[in-house]
T-cell receptor, first 113, second 118 residues
């Protein structure tokens, strides 16, 4: 059972480039999330999804887009990379509403130069 | 508003010392859950515990214990006889605002870096 799988693990982008961070889970969870982690700042929610076809913004959505065409996949798109998007990105999923624990992927370390 | 405060940015202890990590929260909900996660140097986030606000009894799991006090809005985490392998960043978390009935959008504190020296 793989859990939550994120790819790639590392990426360096030039300013203005685009990329998609992939996230897949095999636990049949309805709820999926994207967080970013910056040093000393904890984790901030970028986008989340409560099921296929339903997404909504979190605390820091600017510069990102998401889609959720299947239960398993929740990709995060950066259209015009900026240095402020240098961060570690974590995808997570959870079984149900009502406070079940989040299962995290191993993260993607992104550097924009 | 929902908020989690971990005032201790870094803590350094010597192996076998006991250490307590503080977590203070604010919530407008009358019932809620609280969480602790561990992030070791390898970077992954590991779920440690979920606690329901109904239950204020202390929770113990091996060398780990959690003290939940609703009266002071605190959910502190104690490691007894710390070991080098306990070195990590520890996050306290609380569910944020509801959306369509879902209350699982966790708000994280800024974390406490625990360094256990041999």
């Amino acid at each position: 059972n793989a859990g939550v799988t994120q790819t790639p693990k590392f990426r360096i982008l030039k300013i203005g480039q685009s990329m998609t961070l992939q996230c897949a889970q095999d636990m049949n969870h309805n709820y999926m999330y994207w967080y970013r982690q910056d040093p000393g700042m904890g984790l901030k929610l970028i986008y989340y999804s409560v099921g296929a076809g339903i997404t909504d913004k979190g605390e820091v959505p600017n510069g990102y887009n998401v889609s959720r065409s299947t239960t398993e996949d929740f990709p995060l798109r950066l259209e015009l990379a900026a240095p402020s998007q240098t961060s570690v990105y974590f995808c997570a999923s959870s079984y149900q509403e009502g406070n079940s624990p989040l299962h995290f992927g191993n993260g993607t370390r992104l550097t924009v130069t | 508003a929902q908020k989690v405060t971990q005032a201790q940015t870094e803590i350094s202890v010597v192996e076998k010392e006991d250490v307590t990590l503080d977590c203070v929260y604010e919530t407008r909900d009358t019932t809620y859950y609280l969480f602790w996660y561990k992030q070791p140097p390898s970077g992954e986030l590991v779920f440690l515990i979920r606690r329901n606000s109904f239950d204020e009894q202390n929770e113990i799991s091996g060398r780990y214990s959690w003290n939940f006090q609703k009266s002071t809005s605190s959910f502190n985490f104690t490691i007894t006889a710390s070991q080098v392998v306990d070195s990590a960043v520890y996050f306290c978390a609380l569910p944020g605002a509801s959306f369509g009935g879902a209350t699982n959008k966790l708000i994280f504190g800024t974390g406490t870096l625990l360094a256990v020296q041999p």
